[in-house]
């Protein structure tokens, strides 16, 4: 009989007895090495055992392989219940499980997941900016598996900055996005753009349309022509808004 349907045996024989039960984590444990080496054939063993039954085999087996495809499932998982908590306009009770998942997925601080943003996101609208600040701190950002997640990693984080104050920091992240090697511009880098303008001329006073010099080629051709229409808006609205804080002086005196 192959190795691992011994293994499947035993798990479905000692998983009713309780007092079984360390005796076939101790065998478990012992055919560690030979998992690993058959991760493969894992997704079959599952299918043999019943979770309500084999809960010691079930967690071992799934704690011992590879499992890009669980990983998926739990992101997929994880974004729906993030659409849910908005859509029914309660974005605050996802704040803290999805900082559970986030932690639960990466393998550490330096790693940026698929669920990054969207916890980043829901803090934005249920104004949780200080655990989304948390996290920016936290992380020290080394691995990327797609540029996306840290397109809107930057950008949601640079508006929780901006929504702490934080402008230099915000800065920081949003130059990021639209800096970012890229070989088409995308809609968040022109969203982090004219974001980034708009803090400069709050946070600075100024603003210089001077892209750094290891900007890509197409990102500073097309960024060059929206940076006059978005000066000139963002110049009309700080304008407007100092006129009004002027006006509240004079009447509240």
Known sequence: ?????????????????FNDLSHLHSLLKQSEDYLRYQANRLASVLGQLDPS?????????????????????????????????????????GVDSMRIAVQKLRPSSEHLTALHPDFLLLCIPAKCYKAGLGMLEEDDIFEVDQ??????????????????????????????????PMNLLNAIAVEAYKKYILISLIHNGQFSTTLPKYTSSITGRHLKNYSQVILINASFHIYIYRLLLVYLCYIFG
């Open 1 to 17: 009989m192959d190795s691992l349907e011994v293994l499947v045996a035993h798990i479905q024989g000692f998983s009713s007895n």
């Open 53 to 93: 039954k084999h809960s010691l085999g079930n967690l071992f087996i799934l704690e011992t392989g590879d499992w890009g495809l669980i990983d998926s499932c739990f992101i997929y998982v994880c974004k729906r219940f993030k659409d849910d908590v908005i859509l029914l306009g309660a974005p605050i009770r």
């Open 147 to 180: 540029p996306r997640n840290l397109f809107l990693y930057c950008y949601y984080g640079g508006m929780i900055c901006i929504g702490q104050k934080r402008f230099g920091k915000a800065l920081e992240l949003l130059k990021n996005v639209f800096t970012a």
